[in-house]
């Protein structure tokens, strides 16, 4: 008994360790775990304070037709890899609107996770749409609403890397939302778009490689089904399992 009532304390910090393991992001500071909530919610609140300050500020008056700079060849880059506890359609992109993910469906379960930022307060949209248009350095016309917000907006801005569309747009359905690129990758990942879904430029030229006119674009406000950076067991026995079978129809040969 007395040796159960000593390990009783070891037992208890092994179960606080597992559950910060859990939650906790790799980084820590000062011998603190750093949770991607804590962070999330310091980006969030950043932000709120420059959008002050740009207030107080006299708008920024563009030249009407503003020339969106250079156009050089972007090297796509391959985001990581990971595992639905679900069927989706493969082929089909998925946003997850609170958790700022967007999913481009693979066979098997998989899927590329993109990072992506999403639209704040106010400018949040859930629907299915369908890729009608993908373009390379896409020009940028604000609309009048945007015009509206934020005097000054030139009227129109060619493709380039000066451009907020980035390297690709793909456009969604009718709308005025698309998926692109960015001239500023320090915005993705946040919720401070005007309701389009923004990526790194390595990223969208990945994406717009495999997502074609047609792709069916699911928006939601959140994600349920289960999503793990690692394959599932289940998985795992199945892909030996078929390897066995293939090596005994082989011999069988």
């Known amino acids: 008994m007395r040796c159960w009532i000593a390990l009783l304390p070891a037992l208890a910090a092994g179960l606080v360790a597992g559950t910060v393991s859990a939650t906790a992001l790799e980084n820590w500071v000062d011998n603190r775990p750093v949770f991607e909530s804590d962070i999330r919610k310091q980006a969030e609140q950043e932000e709120a304070e420059r959008a002050e300050r740009r207030k107080s500020l006299a708008p920024v008056v563009y030249p009407k037709f503003m020339d969106g700079g250079d156009r050089p060849e972007i090297k796509p880059a391959e985001p990581p890899i990971v595992y639905f506890n679900q069927n989706e359609e493969v082929g089909s992109i998925i946003v997850d609107t609170q958790n700022r993910r967007l999913y481009f469906v693979l066979p098997g379960k998989r899927a590329y996770e993109y990072p992506v930022s999403v639209g ?18 896409p020009s940028w016309t604000p609309p009048p609403e945007m015009h509206k917000r934020q005097p000054g907006l030139p009227i129109t801005v060619s493709g380039g890397l000066r451009n907020p569309q980035g390297a690709r747009a793909l456009y969604l359905g009718n709308t005025i939302y698309r998926i692109h690129g960015t001239n500023n990758d320090r915005t993705v990942g946040r919720a401070n778009s005007s309701g389009c879904f923004r990526l790194t430029n390595e990223h969208v030229v990945h994406l717009a490689s495999i997502a074609k006119v047609g792709t069916k674009v699911k928006v939601l406000p959140f994600y349920k089904g289960g999503v793990s950076q690692s394959a599932p067991l289940s998985s795992l026995f199945s892909s030996s399992s078929n390897a066995e079978q293939s090596s005994a129809a082989t011999v069988s040969r």
């Open 120 to 137: 704040r307060d106010g400018f949040t949209w859930s629907g299915t749409e369908r890729i009608t248009r993908v373009a390379a350095w």
